[in-house]
């Protein structure tokens, strides 16, 4: 039997229309009420009808762009917007060139959660790709064991999630982060400083198990002092800096797992008037490379191609991951040529 908004309300306590306002995160609800609510939902396994509700198109017309990220709060930040430009506005080029459309949307709530199901079940989009998930995440094993065709970007390792629906693309951030670190190397520095993101990400994950690697490789030894837990955020790689500072915790460079985070760094490095560190960072954002810092370019434009053709043109045969090589950014000719096209056919 299906189940309609009558039962949830009824099972719940409370009217179709309070049903209805917190499936529509309409303020108006009282934080226990909508979390009663949402519980039913869940426990009913209820699928909302959105096609009044949402843009409405063929099942075979609209792709949905789903970036996931649990620190939204309900205003897009310049640097996430930042990070994910380039993947955006190429597959948009991707999508239209296939007379597609596309539906962006962020995913940072169970709400959200059962927003984006709901597009899926009533057909208003065709496939999705997903971006920005952590690892094993449920919302994200949902749609895997699902018959949806998505494509997952930078979500796992793991071949055994492949399926005939679902592809997994990847950037080779496992390589690049050698790279930077051998390069970090062999300019003389002895002392890294690592300053992770979220390692519940396969990004994050990646980027220090390529610095491990590199060290290992030239004999190294590993020091747990020099990797700093930070978040992505640009306060994470300032407080690495001065916490690092304070400690006593001696070193010659820094390769942050991300932009924001160097550029949190060079704040610190500057206020305590530190000079002569080298400085990577990862995401060739804009502005990173004028401010002395080296980066990465992960080429999230040709991870975005790869995620279309692969919802759009199976080939029937047995998946493999797809990686997507990055491109190491050193100086102002490198970062001049970042809108240029990087490795895809």
Do not use: C
């Given at each position: 039997m299906k189940i309609n908004?009558?039962?949830?309300?009824?099972?719940?306590?409370?009217?179709?229309?309070t049903v209805s306002?917190?499936?529509?995160?309409?303020?108006?609800?009282?934080?226990?009420?909508?979390?009663r609510v949402l519980k039913v939902i869940e426990e009913l396994n209820y699928t909302p009808n959105t096609n009044a509700q949402t843009l409405a198109g063929k099942k075979s017309s609209v792709i949905g762009l789903f970036i996931v990220e649990t620190n939204y709060n309900n205003a897009l930040d310049?640097?996430?917007?930042?990070?994910?430009?380039?993947?955006?506005?190429?597959?948009?080029?991707?999508?239209?060139?296939?007379?597609?459309?596309?539906?962006l949307d962020v995913v940072y709530d169970q709400e959200s959660e059962i927003r984006v199901k709901s597009l899926f079940q009533n057909g208003n989009i065709s496939s999705g790709i997903f971006i920005g998930s952590p690892m094993h995440n449920k919302f994200i094993d949902y749609f895997i064991?699902?018959?949806?065709?998505?494509?997952?970007?930078?979500?796992?390792?793991?071949?055994?999630?492949?399926?005939?629906?679902?592809?997994?693309?990847?950037t080779d951030d496992l390589n690049a982060a050698i790279e930077i670190t051998t390069e970090l190397l062999e300019?003389?520095?002895?002392?890294?400083?690592?300053?992770?993101?979220?390692l519940e990400k396969l990004t994050a994950a990646q980027r220090l198990e390529?610095?491990?690697?590199?060290?290992?490789?030239?004999?190294i030894p590993l020091s747990e002092e020099l990797i700093y837990k930070g978040n992505f955020t640009e306060k994470s790689g300032y407080d690495a800096i001065i916490n690092t500072i304070n400690k006593g915790i001696k070193f010659d460079s820094i390769f942050a797992a991300n932009d924001l985070m160097a550029r949190g760094a060079k704040a610190a490095l500057d206020d305590s008037r530190i000079t002569g560190i080298p400085i990577?960072?990862?995401?060739?954002?804009?502005?990173?490379?004028?401010?002395?810092?080296?980066?990465a370019d992960p080429c999230l434009k040709d991870s975005a191609i790869k995620a279309v053709r692969s919802i759009l043109n199976p080939t029937g045969e047995k998946k493999q991951i797809q990686y997507t090589?990055?491109?190491l950014v050193k100086n102002m000719h490198d970062y001049l040529s970042r809108y240029e096209p990087c490795h895809h056919d």
């Open positions: 908004s009558t039962e949830v309300a009824k099972k719940a306590g409370v009217s179709r229309s306002r917190v499936i529509n995160n309409n303020p108006n609800v009282i934080e226990s009420t909508r979390k310049a640097s996430l917007l930042e990070y994910f430009m380039n993947f955006v506005s190429k597959l948009s080029e991707e999508v239209f060139r296939n007379k597609h459309q596309l539906l064991t699902s018959d949806n065709k998505i494509a997952l970007i930078d979500y796992s390792t793991d071949s055994s999630l492949l399926r005939p629906n679902v592809s997994l693309i990847n300019s003389g520095s002895k002392r890294i400083l690592h300053i992770a993101g979220n390529g610095y491990k690697q590199a060290l290992l490789k030239s004999r990577w960072g990862y995401d060739n954002l804009q502005g990173s490379v004028p401010l002395g810092i080296m980066t090589q990055a491109r």
